[in-house]
């Protein structure tokens, strides 16, 4: 490992920017002649709309234009897709109604966009929004996914009877049912998981150009995968076509999934730029994010877990109802079935699992993604379900889950995923060292002493990222590929540029990616740069979710830098009269082994260039492209441990430590893996203690549409956490890494949730578990 | 609309504004600098604050016309001659960011606590007075990291210059 190379703890190059002011977001673009939009939106959960009065909002100061549904539609812009296919357990597909940019006939959320302003200034583009006047027929609605399901719910989509959009199972239901009926003792537990909202800190925000002389778009957009959001709209929107679409994500402040989704405002930012003529932006504001970003996790479960007598799992059951909000958002169909039930094994060998999910359409925000997406769904069924059967059974959580760990490589499970690697035994071992495990009944009676209850809670996750082999998503639905691009470009100074479909939106790209040339070429860092974000300069990429830049993303830069390698060999071999075989590449030199012959790397880059002196047949230059798609999933694991000390006058709970323990494969830069842990953490946390999504019942309202009324996490609500890290090489991929992004807040939660009901002694406890919560649950 | 007359980061800057323009527009959008964010609405993120005579304020939560006459500090003229100041360079030594979108208005809190406490500092009092700025991405654990750093080292300063 080199100072800079890969496994060095390397400060962020992108980081003077953003420190100094000068990080470019899309809010921060300004483009000539550019004019301000505001969305007219719905105020009710379920209304038909009877017409639109825009006449007195047109006539108000500074307003260009407003535009509605109808507008739209006579335009040809498509409707907003779902990108991934499910097919009941009958084999029928999905029930997906349509969701149009712009409702015309009916809204179905509070915060469906109906028309849209353009005005000169924001200000007046929002008054004149207000003046905007929609006749609405407000029709009754319904916000949890359960009572959709009922009887007589308000029918929200025709195309989905009774708002079931699937009824899809996964694994052996038979052979699942049998186990359990022979099981000695059996663990049931109603599970829910909470709705949250995402609340990346930068509100999404789009700016619509249109060249009219080219017949030419421009999108700057808060994206964590601009090509994406160039082929949908253009393949399926009919906003423009591709080679006349630029998509540009320029820095984006956070995105955890939320920013993942082509929603309605880039898509109708680009066509008013082109209905007005006049460059068109949108800033949401806060208010806007907590109603229309897409919302996440909202299941109710029933689990049934069977135990032979000598404490083997021997069978696993769960139902879920999956609530999918209003419309289904872009991988709304996955996230609940493929990246949720197929981790239901977790660390444990289950020789029967059956899960079976119903997705529900809501008069709620759109469902999708956010960090986890399924995963901590899963993790939260299995490892509440494993520290309450250990309660039952009456022994100790950490012996049960390490008499049920899987220990030999590879291991199918019954739903679909084969684990490649992982030493689960050693990621619990440390973090048990680590919270010093032994030792906390004394922990616990001196919290009794000052009239606190102390719990201890772990929770072992395994999870899946990457997402996968292309033709594997293929088959179960997706419809697009999950691969990753990337160009290695070698400048004629022997500096490096990389363009890779990967984006970063607080991940460290500029660093991490340019690590993995510094490892292979031996440049210093200074000298390699990341492009991206941008669909004029990068070539077709898939972009950052899932934890995928790392074993996907990295890999591509990886296989690359490969054929780059080959070339620059083989034409040093050349200069130094060598034979390639020959020829080693350290500290900026082409060097021949076992003597002093050496080109240095720059003087290689420039003969490649100028071409004056080539091996015979080679063509000049030095610039390599590699598209890299996984052969497997990868399969990061981990132990976390936390220990709460509850305060029983308030039901306020304080986390007075906590380990997590990962096993990420190889690791890049360890400052920048830890704080991608802490920052799932929190997120994790945030969901167990703090962050609740209400909805009116009745009316479809959004209680805590702001971080006066959502709880965001604040610094005092957190430890400092301690991270520890066990590493087994992915053995899929060229550099060994199985992906760190969404660990933190895929593990943590049942780790709190479990130190609580372990502190307070009652197991009946709903995420978040606020104060409130606690206190009532500590007196029954 | 209101003329406001302000110095800001040294310099005299005036300007034309509609009456209820806030001081985080006038900053970004008359003045052009573009590191105070906007996060929310109701003056809770703390992405917009600013240094006002001083004190560190959410530049959303007064009207520009309010600040007319005073002495602004944005993170943009937060470094010095090309030098980093010492938060700065404690947030980009320690982690302390991942987006960046909280982080100008994180570095501003930060300065302006350490100033408050003449650099003594403990993790509790930074956790607590972090209680106005949200940061969604690093668990703010490299965050206070970062600030008991750089007290630190303001401190040490402070105590060097002294003597």
Known sequence: MGVEGIGARVTRKEDKRFITGKGRYTDDMVVPGMKFAHFVRSPHAHAKIGGIDASQAESMPGVIAVLNGKQLAEDGIGNIICGWMIHSKDGSPMNMGAWRPLAEEVVRYVGDAVAIVVADSKAQARDAAEAVMVDYEVLPAVTEAAAALEEGAPQIHPEAKDNLIFDWGLGDEAATDAALAEAAHIVELDIVNNRLIPNAIEPRAALGVYDEAEDHYTCYTTSQNPHVARLVMSAFYNVAPENKLRVIAPDVGGGFGSKIYIYPEEIVCLWAARRTGVPVKWVGDRTEAFLTDAHARDHVSTVRMGFDGD???????????????????????????????????????????????????????????????????????????????????????????????????????????????????????????????????????????????????????????????????????????????????????????????????????????????????????????????????????????GSRSGPVGMNAIAKALDKVEVKAKRLAAHLLEADESDIEISDGELKVKGTDKSVPWFQMALAAYTAHNLPEGMEPGLKEGAFYDPQNFTFPSGCYICEVEVDPETGMTEIVDFVAADDFGNIVNPMIVEGQVHGGLAQGIGQALAEGTHYDPETGQLITASYMDYQMPRAQDLPAFKIKHETTACPSNPLGLKGCGEAGAIGSPPAVINAITDAIGNNDLTMPATPAKVWKAMQN | MADINLTVNGRTVSGTCEDRTLLVQFIRENLGLTGTHVGCDTSQCGACVVHIDGKAVKSCTMLAAQADGAEVLTIEGLASGGELHPMQAAFREHHGLQCGFCTPGMIMTAVDMVRRHGGQLDEKTVRHELEGNICRCTGYHNIVKAILAAAEEMGAGAKVAAE
């Open chain 1, 311 to 545: 404490h083997n799992i021997i069978a696993l059951k769960v139902d879920t109802i999956a609530n999918i909000g209003a419309y289904m958002s872009l991988f709304s169909s996955a996230t609940p079935t493929y990246l949720y039930a197929t981790l239901l094994s977790g660390q444990y060998r289950i020789p029967n699992i059956y899960g079976n999910v119903r997705a529900v359409y809501t008069n709620t925000a759109p469902v999708d993604a956010y960090r986890g997406a399924g995963r901590p769904e899963a993790t939260y069924v299995l490892e509440r379900a494993m520290t309450t059967a250990a309660r039952e059974l009456g022994v100790d959580q950490v012996e049960l889950r390490r008499k049920n760990f899987i220990r030999e490589f590879p291991y199918q499970t019954p739903v679909i995923m084969n684990y490649d690697t992982g030493n689960f035994d050693a990621i619990l071992d440390a973090a048990l060292e680590a919270i010093d495990y032994d030792n906390f009944p004394a922990r616990r009676s001196e919290s009794e002493a000052r009239g606190k209850k102390r719990g201890i809670g772990m929770s072992c996750y395994i999870e899946a990222c990457g997402i996968a082999p292309s033709q594997a998503v293929g088959s179960l639905g997706a419809g697009v590929g999950l691969w990753e691009s990337a160009e290695v470009r070698v400048n004629a100074v022997g500096t490096v540029e990389i363009l890779t479909g990967s984006h970063s939106h607080g991940q460290g790209h500029e660093t991490t990616f340019a690590q993995v040339v510094c490892d292979r070429l031996g440049l210093p860092i200074e000298q390699v740069s990341i492009i991206h974000g941008d669909t004029d300069k990068v070539q077709m990429g898939m972009g950052t979710y």
